[in-house]
Every structure is written in structure tokens, then in C-alpha cells.
């Protein structure tokens, strides 16, 4: 979903199921794009990245998606456990100015056990 | 350090006062970053230091905002005569080189301005 103002969007998964984080971006010369965990008190937390030339990468238990085509991006969680709530935030790592990430709103997972 | 150290944790400050938040980046990265992260937000580039090259300082939101860094580590954050939209986390992070590999955030400076 969109997030306005100040509400994340939120999904709330069932331990064990898998999990899908979309995020939409803006800027097509963009090198880089990284899913970031952030769990409340800490700053944000490396997951996985992807070069704009890739249109899948896999790690251990996710994997993201990158469609150029339609700007999107996605993060798919296996086995969703409940260490794995916290907020995902994408960025992007824009071509010319590749030391500055520029980040999306954000999207709340919650895992019910 | 084994990680990007961020002080205080937390403040509090009147509006109107001036507040001083410091960060410590992993020792021998030579990149060091500063973002703010408001409310229910994603996080906002405010500054960058790379090595002895002069900042960018492109993100600062007004020239109540300033940075430096001191001898290539240690980083302190000044925002004067904070303001209540100055309400955030501040988060500081950490690189090798240029770029984004090795790219470490600290836990961030929870600022409330009252």
C-alpha cells in the first residue's frame, strides 16, 4: 500500500509463511538498490543489495527482485520468523552521486507467532 | 570501535536551545555520514565527509544545521536554536572508502525538541 503522512504500511505475516516487501522508486539511473532492516532503537541494518543490472539476487532466506521496467523492487522473506519484524526500508543508490542513499518511507513487518 | 557509536541516546532540549549530537565511526573508515529520520519516515541525507575533501553538505535542511568531523573520526552534529520540527532520530553512519560497500550505521540520537 501508499503510506501518507506519517503511517507506514504495514504487514502482519503468519510465523513460517513467506513475506513480500514492495517498494516503488523514482530515480532510473540508480546503480545500486539495498533492503535495510531496522529494528526499534537501532539504526538501520544491511539485508541484501542488488546492481541495476541484475534483475534477481538471492541470500540466505531472501531474495529481491528489481523490475526496471516499472521501477519496483521487492524483498521476499522465506520462513518468516518472528526475529524478522522490524521496519524494511529500500534505498537507492543513485548513479551520480553514489555515496548518498536515498530512501524509501518504509513498510512495518509484523510476524504472528 | 566495533561499531558506529552514537551520543547521548536520547535529549531532550527546550526549543530555542542549541544541541550538540557526536558520533564515533568504526576506526579506519574515512567516510562518515549523517541522515535524520523523522516520525513514521525514511531516512533524510543531511551531510557527508570523506576524507580531508570538504563536505557535502548538500542535505542540510537550513543554516541552523552545521557538522564537522576532526581529525578524520570523531563527527559532532550542531543544530542551533532548535526548532520542534527538529524532532527526530539523527543517525550517523560509517564507510571504508567511497561508495557503499561497508556501509555501518550507528543506533542514532533520539533529538525532542519541547
Known amino acids: 500500500g501508499e503510506s501518507v503522512g506519517l503511517h507506514l504500511p504495514t504487514l502482519s505475516v503468519q510465523e513460517g509463511d513467506n513475506s513480500i516487501i514492495n517498494c516503488a522508486y523514482s530515480?532510473?539511473?540508480?546503480?545500486?538498490f539495498i533492503w535495510y532492516k531496522q529494528e526499534s532503537g537501532k539504526g538501520p541494518q544491511f539485508i541484501i543489495d542488488i546492481r541495476s543490472n541484475m534483475d534477481k539476487r538471492q541470500g540466505q532466506r531472501v531474495t529481491v527482485l528489481l523490475n526496471k521496467t516499472v521501477k519496483h523492487l521487492s524483498l521476499q522473506i522465506a520462513a518468516t520468523q518472528p526475529g524478522d519484524s522490524a521496519v524494511y526500508f529500500c534505498a537507492e543508490v543513485p548513479r551520480r552521486d553514489g555515496n548518498k542513499l536515498v530512501f524509501g518511507a518504509g513498510t512495518i513487518l509484523r510476524v504472528k507467532s | 570501535g566495533a561499531g558506529v557509536s552514537q551520543s547521548p541516546s536520547n535529549k531532550v532540549t527546550e526549543k530555542g536551545k542549541d544541541v550538540e549530537l557526536r558520533c564515533d565511526p568504526i576506526s579506519g573508515h574515512t567516510a562518515l555520514y549523517w541522515y535524520r529520520q523523522s516520525l513514521g519516515q525514511g531516512l533524510e541525507f543531511l551531510i557527508y565527509?570523506?576524507?580531508?575533501?570538504?563536505?557535502?553538505k548538500s542535505g542540510l535542511p537550513s543554516d541552523r544545521f552545521s557538522a564537522e568531523r576532526t581529525g578524520g573520526s570523531v563527527s559532532t552534529l550542531t543544530i542551533q536554536r532548535t526548532q520542534q520540527e527538529d524532532s527526530a532520530v539523527y543517525l550517523c553512519?560509517?564507510?571504508?572508502?567511497?561508495?557503499?560497500?561497508?556501509?555501518?550505521f550507528g543506533s542514532g540520537t533520539r533529538l525532542t525538541v519541547v
Open positions: 530515480n532510473s539511473a540508480s546503480d545500486y
Open positions: 553512519a560509517s564507510s571504508p572508502g567511497t561508495g557503499i560497500y561497508g556501509y555501518t
Open positions: 565527509f570523506q576524507g580531508n575533501s570538504a563536505p557535502d
